[in-house]
């Protein structure tokens, strides 16, 4: 039997939870990728192959969540919607940037290192500023 012999790359923390059910879920989803990149990073699998397979999920996955969260924010006439939708199209920029430069020079983890980052300071700092000025229904805390 194989055991994972190293931790998550992040761990999730309900500290990072919006409140909003469908942005959380979502927001999970986005760190099983970056804990999937990181995992695989360490095994035998070729680094092209992994930055196709990972980086067309994390996209494909990212436009879907950006677009959710616009909606939503729309929806509750969030006043710095602009700001946020900006922040949303640099992380997109960004994402493209260091794959391609990845692939170039055979290297993830300038990638991981990005979504690291993204994690910290859109999810946990730009992300929790509309959790905290918006009223929506809010899930029941047990």
């Known amino acids: 039997m194989h055991t994972l012999n190293r931790p998550l790359f992040i761990q999730w923390d309900k500290r990072s939870e919006t409140g909003v059910p469908l942005i959380d879920v979502q927001h999970k989803g986005i760190v099983s990728i970056i804990n999937t990149f990181y995992y695989m990073m360490g095994t035998k699998v070729n680094n092209y192959m992994l930055y196709s397979c990972i980086s067309d999920t994390l996209k494909n996955y990212s436009n879907i969540h950006f677009i959710t969260e616009e909606t939503f924010l729309e929806e509750c ?38 979504l690291k980052k993204w994690w910290l300071e859109h999810i946990n700092e730009q992300d929790m500023q509309y959790a905290q000025k918006i009223t929506y229904p809010r899930r029941n805390s047990p």
């Open 77 to 114: 006439q969030y006043d710095n919607i602009d700001q946020h939708k900006e922040l949303h199209r640099k992380l997109a920029i960004g994402i493209d940037i260091i794959e391609r430069e990845g692939i170039k020079t055979n290297d993830p983890r300038p990638l991981l290192e990005f």
